[in-house]
């Protein structure tokens, strides 16, 4: 486990005290299992982590909508983004829903039989709005951009050790283990009280008084205030060159960052760009990326500088779902290279 994190130390269940240790015994109840390496390398950041996790519940967990449809979208929204440890986990999640010939059949490129489940993959792919597509449905699709972000920056790639989750037999079997639970039809809500007391933002008016909908609010909020860690110039050009992004993966190389980062003072660059590594490239995270600006500063800060650029690309995707202006997205969101 110590292998797939990549710049922090977690807080382990055992020694997990107050909104950490809530968040970690809500997540064994309704996942199933506490130790989750997305949410163990939030941990150095309560806030943060509870936001995340009250995200993935109220969209993923709970709610109406048939869990394998929900798992079609975090799937379609992960390979998206090219995170493949998110990649292996919803797999692994969609053999638990029983629904094994869908899961390899993504897995595999193949598009669905259920034109349904056809339909949600595509969306999800390509971040085409849709007057057919509800609170939970974008909810989770905006949960996994925020987290595909923060995996990529901060996790391995391994889901497993020895890559296994690359098995097809892994992953069913393990999907076989979380079946019980992930069948489970949980309560909305029930992850609220773990930010209430948070900093939060106004609902959004696809989400506006359902539980996702509170949970996305507070989300957006806590995650923001991880600007408070960057310079004015280096927190406006972070967000500017989001608010411009077209959904596509940037070109090879990093020469891409110089036009963004060339009005930012010399000592606020290296936040800058890894915010905007974390927002646009977070596969392209690096251990000098991470040096360079971190010095002193602790695994909260880093946390928080990651979630400010994750959230920032996860608002530009929402707009682009909820306007229905995701033509020019669609068409380059799966070009380009991981490297």
């Known amino acids: 486990m110590a292998g797939q994190f990549r710049y922090v130390t977690p807080v382990e269940e055992q020694s997990a005290t107050g909104r950490v240790a809530e968040v970690y015994a809500q997540l064994a109840e309704d996942f199933g299992m506490a130790r989750m390496a997305v949410f163990l390398t939030l941990s150095p950041s309560p806030e943060v982590l509870a936001a995340t996790w009250a995200m993935l519940r109220e969209s993923l967990l709970a ?20 995170c493949p440890f998110c990649v292996a986990a919803h797999t692994t999640l969609l053999h638990a829903t029983g629904d094994h010939r869908l899961a390899e059949t993504i897995a595999a490129g193949g598009t669905p039989a259920d034109p349904r489940h056809a339909e949600l993959l595509t969306w999800a792919k390509s971040r085409r709005g849709t ?52 069948r489970r039809r949980l309560s909305s809500g029930e992850s609220l009280p773990l930010v209430a007391d948070l900093p939060t933002l106004p609902e959004p008016a696809w989400g506006a008084g359902t539980a996702v909908g509170t949970a996305y609010a507070a989300l957006r909020a806590v995650a923001g205030t991880g600007g408070e860690l960057l310079g004015e110039s280096a927190r406006a050009a972070v967000t500017d060159a989001v608010a411009a992004w077209d959904g596509e993966h940037p070109p090879i190389g990093n020469a891409w960052l ?27 995270v690096t251990d000098a990326d991470v040096a360079a600006w971190r010095g002193s500063r602790t695994d909260e800060d880093l946390v928080r500088l990651c979630a400010f650029g994750a959230i920032a690309a996860t608002e530009r995707a929402e707009t682009l779902i909820t306007t229905g202006r995701g033509e020019a997205f669609a068409a380059g969101a799966l070009s380009g290279d991981r490297s």
């Open 258 to 284: 110089d036009g963004p980062l060339a009005d930012v003072l010399a000592g606020e660059r290296p936040g800058a760009r890894l915010a905007l590594l974390a927002a646009l490239a977070p596969y392209r």
């Open 63 to 82: 709610g109406d909508e048939p869990r394998a449809a929900k798992e079609v979208v975090a799937l379609g929204v992960s390979m998206a983004n090219r």
């Open 131 to 182: 007057p057919e597509i509800g609170p939970e449905h974008i909810g989770t699709a905006l949960t996994f951009h925020f987290i595909n972000r923060m995996a990529s920056s901060l996790l391995t790639e391994n889901l497993l050790p020895a890559n296994l989750q690359k098995s097809r037999l892994v992953r069913s079997v393990g999907g076989r283990a979380m079946a019980r639970v992930v």
